[in-house]
């Protein structure tokens, strides 16, 4: 037996052997149909979507489109073959080869040299500088090395579905080894990548958000008035607000700032939050924000707004200041944190737990409120931007309210997946625009853009009044996950007048576009995409609200006041802008 077993040279050739058989698979060059369609999409992904993209950005984005048209004219040159059409071997055709080569560098190189403009479409529409010459050297490089990489990746993979298939044949008829080896194979790399990959990159997100969230800056101290969260009379303690949390609650407007705008008879508002520390289920964090929110008085105001922040505990100071100047201080607003992480993350890792303490919140502020005199008690307003804005819908049920209904709600950029969002969208009068449709008449809810509401000025209100702030530039919103294979409805006119003209849908790229418009909603311009300015705020506020005791022009002013100091705060600090 011995002298059979193979030598360690006959099993270091063998090894070689297999090395270079991986080798040449992973280095094979690519098919007439994988390039061209490579081309096609390449040249698709720098046309204009729905916001701005730097050159990284737009060089992954155009490196996986150029990936996955090459995946798929892969694919369909290996059903083509399946199904035992004729087919055309390359190797034999060195001629068409290098006809299709040229003609896709070509394709490339025009989109290239085109991008440009259609970027500064793009830039142009949302009043932003135009981008420089050497974008495109730097969108082709990083293009070309995601897309190798992605190609690499790809082939990697579909070698280990390939030895998978090999191993089970030996025990199995050929047929039922491919689809049992496929099956397997396809399941160990999900495993792998799930259970390894992911789960560290998570891993080391997770701690860094958690150690960023209880940062406490030295130039932070706490509150000295009683009345704010964090004081020595508060019953929630300084370190237990969190980082976001410490921010709302130490911006809050002074009564003599208000009294600029509002004149003298203003009073500081209340701002109530509750950070994750405070308790350890959403019930215990509830529980603890309405007993600091009897404390200081909250529902001795003439409103109250029950606030559902993003992933991390962000509020948008854009959506609270202007309500607390419009009704003269005399406003408090409650909070409580569900996660540290940021939106997306927070969705991908725990999508409940938002829902479940917007849910908590909810239920103990309102159970308080019904039980007051309705003619003292505060006006009751949710609101909520982005997964806030998802997980404030969620926070109640319509029958719930038949007896007793709140107030209203301003949901800003709510997203997609908003189900309460959707449905009125779905139901919208007909030959309404889904980006600003109007809901029957109007006396429920009500849409509103940078330009206004598809519901006439002068429209009676019922009980309740629902507003939502949308901008037809928000990929957050307005990602359409039919649109691979359809036009998304936004694109069908009339177009939103923050969309450029020059954005066109193509299958599969379209939808890779938006998904990278979603990441990026947060970076674009006030009043564009993700970002919501606070003059279009007091408008939503305005309607769902019904004050009319201030001047236009002031409110005019009030309007250019507060857009002018949130510009100012974006362009200083861009730590909120990755939240969403």
């Known amino acids: 037996m011995a002298g059979n077993a193979p030598s360690r040279t006959t099993l270091r050739q063998h090894g070689r052997d297999a090395a270079g058989r991986i080798f040449r698979r992973l280095s ?26 730097i050159t990284v950005a737009q060089a992954v984005l155009s490196g996986l489109c150029l990936a996955a ?10 059903l083509w073959g399946y199904l035992e059409l004729p087919v055309a071997k390359d190797g034999g055709r060195p001629r068409l080869r290098r006809i299709v080569s040229v003609a896709c560098a070509a394709i490339a190189a025009l989109a290239l040299w085109r991008s440009q403009h259609w970027e500064n479409i793009v830039r142009e529409l949302m009043h932003l500088d135009p981008a420089g010459p050497s974008r495109i050297v730097g969108v082709a490089l990083g293009a070309a090395v995601v897309a190798l990489l992605a190609v690499i990746l790809g082939r990697g993979a579909l070698l280990g579905v390939e030895a998978m298939m090999r191993l089970v044949a030996r025990k199995v008829p050929r047929r039922i080894a491919n689809v049992v080896g ?23 997100l997770d701690a860094s958000y958690r150690q960023a969230d209880a940062l406490i800056p030295p130039d932070m101290p706490p509150p000295s008035a009683w009345d704010s969260p964090g004081s020595a009379q508060s019953l929630v303690a300084w370190d237990q607000l969190g980082r976001m949390g410490r921010r709302y609650v130490e911006a809050r407007p002074t009564a003599e700032e208000l009294a600029a705008f509002a004149g003298p008879a203003t009073r500081a508002p209340l701002r109530v939050y509750a950070g994750l520390p405070t308790g350890d289920t959403p019930e215990q964090r509830a529980k603890l924000a309405l007993e600091e929110l009897k404390r200081v008085g909250g529902f001795e105001r003439k409103a109250l707004i029950v606030i559902t ?34 939106s997306p993350l927070t969705l991908f890792l725990d999508p ?210 507060l857009d002018e100091r949130r510009r100012a705060e974006l362009a200083k600090d861009s730590d909120e802008t990755v939240d969403g």
Do not use: C
Request: glycine letters at 10%; charged letters at 15%.
């Open 309 to 342: 922040p993003t992933g991390t505990g962000w509020v948008d100071p854009s959506g609270i200041d202007g309500i607390e100047y419009l009704y003269r201080g005399d406003v408090a607003s409650i909070a409580v944190q569900y996660s540290y992480l940021s």
């Open 352 to 561: 409940e737990t938002g829902s479940v303490t917007a849910r908590a919140l909810f239920r103990e502020v309102y159970g308080h409120w019904r039980t007051l005199p309705a003619a003292t008690r505060p006006k009751l307003y949710l609101h909520g931007l982005s997964l806030g804005a998802l997980n404030s819908e969620r926070s109640f049920e319509m029958y719930e309210l038949l007896g007793d209904p709140f107030d209203g709600a301003v949901w800003s950029g709510p997203p997609f997946a908003a189900s309460k969002w959707a449905g009125l969208t779905r139901s919208r009068n007909p030959g309404t625009p889904v980006w600003l449709p109007q809901f029957r008449d109007g006396s429920f809810a009500r849409f509103r853009n940078q330009h206004g509401s598809s519901t006439p000025a002068g429209t009676p209100w019922g009980p309740m009044r629902v507003v939502y702030l949308q901008y037809g530039s928000d990929a957050v919103t307005f990602f359409d996950r039919h649109g691979f294979f359809r036009q998304p409805g936004l694109l069908q006119a009339p177009r939103p007048p923050d969309v450029s003209p020059a954005m066109r849908w193509y299958p599969l790229v379209t939808n890779l576009q938006m998904a990278m418009d979603t990441s990026l909603s947060m970076s674009a311009p006030m009043g564009f995409g993700h970002v919501y300015a606070p003059s279009h705020y007091i408008d939503a506020w305005l309607e769902a609200t019904g004050i009319d005791d201030w001047p236009a022009e002031e409110v005019e002013r009030l309007k250019r006041f």
């Open 182 to 204: 496929a099956i397997a194979g396809v399941l160990l790399l999900v495993g792998l990548v799930n259970g390894v990959i992911v789960s560290s990159i998570l891993d080391m």
């Open 28 to 53: 094979a060059a690519p098919g007439n149909t994988g390039l061209v369609l490579g081309a096609l999409f390449f040249a698709a992904s720098l046309t204009p979507s729905l916001t701005p993209r």
């Open 69 to 78: 048209g090459y995946g798929v004219g892969v694919l369909l040159r290996w």
